[in-house]
């Protein structure tokens, strides 16, 4: 069965600094790999996806995520943060074959300090 | 705007109580889901509608019952809960392909309370 860990509780950074929220997965074949993002009292809002090709994706809001296989992680990243950025983000996996299972992990929570 | 729209957005309601939370979805897809939200723990997929058949229910309470009369419209209705059953529960939908690529767009959830 698949698997996602994001080992942070929280991340904290300073507004302008460079910002990873880790992800690492286990799921069976080659991976699809998702971000998203939810900010306090709303739902999850889609940020970027792998599915094949280039390693490093780009998606909404500046932010960018890179995969490694060899690593299997997808973590999370954004060259210059924002307050407007403090938020909790979820990483998700299913894997390429079979009905569209989308397996979350536990969250990270992103606080920006101005 | 997602184009899934939830209601209601809080429900607090007694363990002898029956309710219900409503899901509607503007996008066209062809597929519906509730997830359970609690805090400090992952997302739980609870139930997944695919073209209106249910194929999916991750050994869930009886004391949830969800229902699809169309591909628009995704219902769970609740009865006799439990404390804690109280959570965010999230609806999402998304477009079933073939390649098994297509991403979930979720609604704002409805805050469930049960006393």
């Known amino acids: 069965a698949q698997s996602v860990a994001q080992p942070e509780d929280q991340v904290n950074v300073a507004e302008g600094n460079p910002l990873t929220v880790k992800c690492t997965y286990s799921v069976s074949g080659n991976p699809y790999l998702f971000w998203y993002v939810q900010y306090p009292n709303r739902g999850l809002q889609f940020l970027l996806k792998y599915i094949t090709g280039d390693n490093l994706v780009k998606g909404s809001y500046g932010f960018e995520a890179e995969f490694n296989k060899s690593q299997t992680s997808f973590h999370l990243k954004k060259p210059s943060a924002l307050v407007s950025d403090s938020a909790l983000y979820f990483c998700?996996?299913?894997?390429?074959?079979?009905?569209?299972?989308?397996?979350f992990g536990t969250g990270t929570r992103l606080l920006v300090s101005p | 705007e997602t184009g899934v729209t939830q209601t209601p957005r809080h429900l607090v309601m007694g363990m002898t109580n029956k309710k219900s939370l409503k899901c509607e979805q503007h996008l066209g897809h062809n597929a519906m889901y509730w997830y359970k939200q609690s805090a400090k723990k992952p997302l739980e997929l609870m139930f997944v509608?695919?073209?209106?058949?249910?194929?999916e229910n991750n050994s869930v309470p009886s004391r949830f019952s969800p229902e699809c009369p169309n591909s628009s419209h995704l219902f769970l209705h609740l009865h006799t809960l439990q404390p804690e059953d109280s959570a965010l529960y999230l609806c999402a939908s998304s477009q079933v392909r073939a390649d098994n690529t297509g991403e979930l767009f979720f609604g704002e959830g409805s805050r469930l309370t049960v006393l």
């Open positions: 509608y695919s073209l209106e058949e249910r194929v």
């Open positions: 998700a996996v299913r894997p390429n074959t079979g009905f569209q299972k989308l397996v």
